[in-house]
């Protein structure tokens, strides 16, 4: 007999966040996320407890967990943009479509009683997170904050009555990356003609001292009208900088910097963690934490997380110099063999443009879907 049920304790979470593990145990391209993390999404220490109702369900069939999903009203979210919507997410099911329709029908039966109007995802509580149902790129091994599902999740939803609301790419660089001379060219001339610069520093701790505050700014400016997003609280920038400080190293960071000395742009990678999270299934203990360190210290690959540029210097080259600085120093990494782009929407036209001028390969499609409660 199927159960559907909202779950509060901490047992029933624990059974929630390993479930995963256990559905895609068989699949080479699944990447865990890390449990850590997900154990605090129903606590005081996820920073976005304040300003969110979030509900979280078990599906159980004669005492197995067989499919599990999240909804959230992130009210900064509907303020924003004057709308009633409940997000979902961590959505996963066993091969059976009968029961993922009334696990949805439960999260949006939720949704309406709060007064919802709209539903869509998946989506996580910021932009940061995991997001996007997989529709393309099933035979790629995920990256660190990629989300990963199997191909009858899309059938499934779209067979339940959701239509796309928005839809992104990824991309993959093989390394060294063969530099076009037209990329060189772009660099040297924002360089010289607009005396935009970039800057070194020794450590993380001496970047967000200086301009962590002016990096998440820009965050919040640059993103500001891209599907999905929300501003960047105070303590939701407190809990991205401690849960990226780890793996952040200034090599993988690029700040430009225009001839005032104020930031206008930088890119954002990091050594990519997918290997380890799937050795250790997620889990810092007892030997996780320690296989995680040594892929930061010797990775193969890297993941190109966040770019962004003032809205006022899109258009003089920036982004470009970025890219063009941040691969020319993987291609001297040795142990480095590939590096995956994050999330790009499909409606982001600069810069997905800002990336023809490199060999790359389209590895992943997301989609966002939505239905009218």
């Not at 992104?168 to 660099?187: C, G, Q, S, T, Y």
């Not at 610069?197 to 970047?207: Q, V």
């Not at 063009?324 to 590096?339: D, E, F, Q």
Request: aromatic share 14%.
């Amino acid at each position: 007999m199927l159960v559907i049920r909202q779950i509060n304790s901490k047992k029933d979470f624990k059974k929630f966040v390993k479930f995963p593990t256990e559905l895609y145990k068989d699949n080479l391209n699944y990447i865990p996320p890390m449990e850590m993390d997900e154990f605090k999404m129903t606590t005081k220490k996820n920073a976005h407890y304040n300003e969110c109702e979030q509900a979280y369900f078990l599906a159980e069939e004669d005492g197995k967990v067989v499919g599990r999903i999240a909804c959230v009203i992130l009210y900064p979210f509907n303020k924003k943009n004057n709308s009633k919507y409940a997000r979902f997410t961590r959505f996963d099911v066993i091969e059976n479509e009968e029961i993922a329709h009334k696990i949805l029908k439960t999260a949006e039966d939720w949704a309406k009683e709060k007064g919802m109007e709209y539903i869509h995802g998946p989506l996580g509580y910021d932009d940061l997170e995991r997001e996007g149902l997989m529709t393309f790129g099933y035979e790629n091994k995920g990256s660190f904050l990629s989300s990963y599902n199997f191909p009858y999740y899309q059938n499934y939803i779209e067979n339940y009555g959701y239509t796309p609301d928005a839809k992104w790419v990824e991309w993959r660089f093989k390394l060294p990356v063969k530099m076009n001379d037209r990329v060189a060219r772009i660099a040297d001339v924002v360089e010289k003609r607009y005396g935009f610069h970039e800057k070194k520093f020794k450590n993380i701790n001496e970047i967000i001292k200086k301009h962590g505050d002016d990096f998440f700014d820009l965050i919040d400016e640059s993103f500001e009208d891209l599907y999905g997003t929300i501003p960047f609280t105070p303590e939701l920038r407190k809990q991205v900088i401690d849960t990226f400080k780890l793996i952040l190293d200034p090599k993988y960071i690029c700040l430009v910097f225009n001839k005032d000395e104020k930031l206008i742009g930088f890119g954002l990678s990091w050594p990519s963690l997918a290997d380890a999270m799937q050795k250790t299934k997620g889990r810092a203990l007892p030997f996780g934490f320690i296989k995680w360190l040594k892929a930061i210290k010797n990775p193969n690959a890297v993941e190109l997380g966040i770019q962004a540029v003032k809205k006022e210097y899109r258009k003089y080259g920036v982004t470009g110099f970025i890219i063009n600085k941040l691969l020319n120093r993987l291609n001297a990494i040795p142990s480095l063999t590939y590096a995956d782009t994050g999330l790009q929407l499909e409606t982001n036209e600069g810069a997905i443009k800002s990336l023809e001028m490199f060999e790359r390969e389209l590895i992943r499609k997301k989609t966002c879907y939505i239905k009218k409660l």
